[in-house]
């Protein structure tokens, strides 16, 4: 049994490290070309070459479901062909047995994948932004026009936000402009910076411009009287360090789309959102289909499993694939709806990310038992069809 697993495991690797690589390959290559237009002379072929190498695990992420199902199901249908599957059957292997050997040599490959998804692909889209800062002058993720907005108790009742220009690494930022609002939600300070640093519970403003709004300043414009002072006073800082719970990996998650982002840094960036009346649905959502990831490469196994166990006479392996890249899109597609449809109805969380898996599990299991127990369904519908009775 360890001999058969070993040799399936490296069938079905070898196949899947060869989709992947074609998959990443023509995916790359039509970025590249969606791409050319930027270059010219600030920014050159070789700043697009650096690009693309920066998004190769993102799409290796993105990519590995539809490539492990597609190289499993060429490795089983190979192995059918082969009539190397027949021998384990008949050697004394049920179908379930088998499922049971695929599922145990997909378990490196979801260790694979939770690493690549909770440290190389947060790691590689933080270097992508930068580098898309730094050489086209934008950035993806949660940035606007107007550039990054944050909103944060000040913890004596009231609330700032804070829109920052440009962010980069370790915390550091560019053009910051802070609005501080009363506990009765009142503008009270209009502060504009250089630039500034996010340390451990802190934010460093350097070359401060602040305006200070007097608090009768309501009342004079609303009873038109004379204000007995002015209404704003103008300061100018070298410095002012504010109590803040933004820290940079904070800014980081706004950075980041929150499908890239790791586990714990979205959880944490949940708390923020949650703490400061946010909206999180989404984030809540992205969550879920992380920690639904890992198991949606033992659905794509198991969807592989009866289409490759089919008989060759029933189709060769060209057809096998092509089976299972339409399934492979259709889950997707599928998948993709579920979020869309699930976000608008406000389903919930769990249900967004685990049922399309749930489901296509069940079915493809389904199909399996039916393909083992076929001779005995055919059994049972020829004792209990009407026409055989009549025939005897």
């Known amino acids: ?7 399936l495991a490296r069938e079905i690797y070898r196949s899947s490290a060869v989709v992947l690589l074609a998959l990443l390959g023509l995916f790359t290559f039509f970025a590249l070309i969606e791409e050319l237009d930027d270059v010219g002379s600030k ?39 082969r009539n190397e599957l027949v021998i384990l059957r008949v050697s004394g292997v049920s179908g379930m047995k088998l ?38 002058g934008e950035a993806e ?3 606007l026009a107007s550039g990054y907005w944050f909103k944060e108790s000040d913890g004596h009742g009231g609330n700032r936000i804070i829109n920052i220009s440009r962010l980069r690494a370790s915390g550091a930022v560019e053009d910051v402009t802070l609005y501080e609002f009363g506990p009765e939600q009142v503008l009270t300070t209009f502060s504009q910076a250089a630039k500034g640093h996010f340390g451990d519970g802190t934010l460093v403003l350097n ?28 300061r100018t800082l070298p410095e002012r360090v504010l ?26 960036y949940i708390d923020y959102l949650k703490a400061n009346q946010l909206q999180t649905e989404r984030q809540v959502v992205a969550l879920w289909r992380k920690m639904a990831y890992p198991f949606t490469l033992l659905v794509m196994i198991t969807i592989a499993a009866p289409i490759g166990f089919m008989q060759t006479r029933r189709g060769g392996v060209g057809s096998k694939v092509f089976i299972g890249i339409l399934l492979g899109v259709g889950f997707f597609m599928l998948n993709q709806l579920a979020l869309n449809v699930g976000m608008l109805s406000k389903w919930a969380a769990w249900v967004t990310a685990l049922v399309p898996n749930l489901a296509a599990l069940g079915i493809a299991l389904g199909a399996l038992i039916l393909m083992e127990n076929r001779h005995n369904v055919r059994r049972f519908n020829r004792a209990n069809s009407p026409w055989s009775r009549s025939a005897a």
């Open 1 to 7: 049994m360890r001999t058969a697993r070993r040799y």
């Open 43 to 81: 920014f050159t072929l070789l700043n697009l070459f650096y690009l693309q190498s920066l998004q190769l695990p993102t799409r290796l992420y993105d990519l590995l479901p539809i490539g492990l199902l597609i190289g499993a199901i060429l490795a089983l249908a190979g192995l059918a062909q």
């Open 99 to 136: 499922m049971a050997m695929l599922w145990t040599l997909t378990i490196p490959l979801v260790i694979g994948a939770f690493i690549l998804s909770e440290i190389v692909t947060p790691a590689a889209e933080l270097k992508v932004s930068e580098a898309k800062l730094s050489l086209l």
């Open 141 to 143: 993720g949660g940035r």
């Open 207 to 234: 070359d401060v411009k602040q305006t200070r709004i007097n608090a009768h300043s309501v009342s004079a414009l609303k009873d038109g009287s004379k204000p007995d002072a002015p209404l704003t006073e103008l």
């Open 243 to 268: 109590a803040t719970s933004l820290t940079p990996e904070r800014l980081i998650a706004r950075v980041l789309t929150p499908e890239r982002m790791s586990i714990m840094d979205l959880a944490d």
